[in-house]
């Protein structure tokens, strides 16, 4: 009688079924051993190493053995094979995902948000479970134990838009059957802070303390045109043109984790925009380029050359942090109240409209993407708007009011 050691090493392939014959080179085989169980085999390829990759199931009936072989083979054919081994958890995912697919479509510095959001909160609450296994309550209990800890609302919905993303390229790949991120309320994100925008009057104020400042037309650039910071600190004497009072926007900088300061493309196409300056601001510039030249000529080997409209006195570029240590002593010498350096761009906006000028060419000289951006922002301005257009139309079809 066989050794029963021996038996059970050798039974899954020792006796055949009827499907015993000889059969072609990568074709799926089924057996049954001599307890009874039922093994298939199922040829999925290579493996990285170059060597076959040939997946095996059992089951105590037939059938369910067939069924698990298709589904191995429907798998191979629409090539969705994983790796052979077990599956990957979600925070081997979320790795891959970040390195490999994310890194290629997204700017660096949101690169970086993305590796700082999973590093933080997705792989320590969610990383070790299986990506085949993950349920939508865990990411229920993920976002509950988040908001405990004191996390924002909004930051927590960022949370959950980054782990969404990855788990759809999951599921395109048929790493995962759905997308559980899609079957989970995620907190609701508070409007935007509301915007402070300057008065008139406390703008020309600005303007006048920076006179003694270097750079000056940096503020005068921030409230006519209302370019966003990094869009203002990454500007080049290429991207304006004097002659006929242009500047155009072309990106933004940012500073990267482990790669310092980053030239930026937009992430809207309609960031990237061409705006006209009020003939001020043009002469402004001129005197401002003059400056530059002269402190060019100080510097001498020095210098480095970066083409920027606003530099360091090296022609370096400026830090974020350096640029709001400025705007807040240019605020405090202006005797103004104290207001965010964004809230320069919302003082342009709000002088815009409060002029008259419509909503929509607002919105192309501050290069929203859309239009309701630009409406809810300043929705403080638009009913004094209304009153106006009401004035006008009465004017138009009744005459003017009497006196």
Known sequence: MTDARERDQTAPQRRATSENRKRASGESSIYQDEDGRWHGFVSMGKKENGRRDRRHVSAAKRADVVAKVRALEAKRDAGMVDAAGRAPTVGEWLDHWLDNIAARKVRARTLESYRSIVRLHLRPGIGHHRLDRLQPEHLERLYGTLADKGLSPASILRAHRVLSRSLRVAAQRGKVARNVATLVDPPAAKRPETALPLSAQEARKVMAAARSHRNAARWTVALAVGLRQSEALALRWADVDLDNGTLTVRGGLHRVSGRGLVYEEPKADRSRRTVALPVPLVEALRAHRVAQLEERITAGP????????????????????????????????????????????HTAATLLLSEGVHPRVVMEVLGHAQMRTTTDTYSHVLPALGRDAADRMGTALWGPPAP
């Open 302 to 345: 020095l210098w480095q050359d970066h083409d920027l409209v606003f530099a360091q006195p090296n022609g370096r570029p400026i830090e974020r942090k350096s640029d709001w240590r400025a705007w807040k002593t240019v605020l405090r010498q202006a005797g103004v109240r104290e207001v965010r350096l964004h809230d320069g761009r």
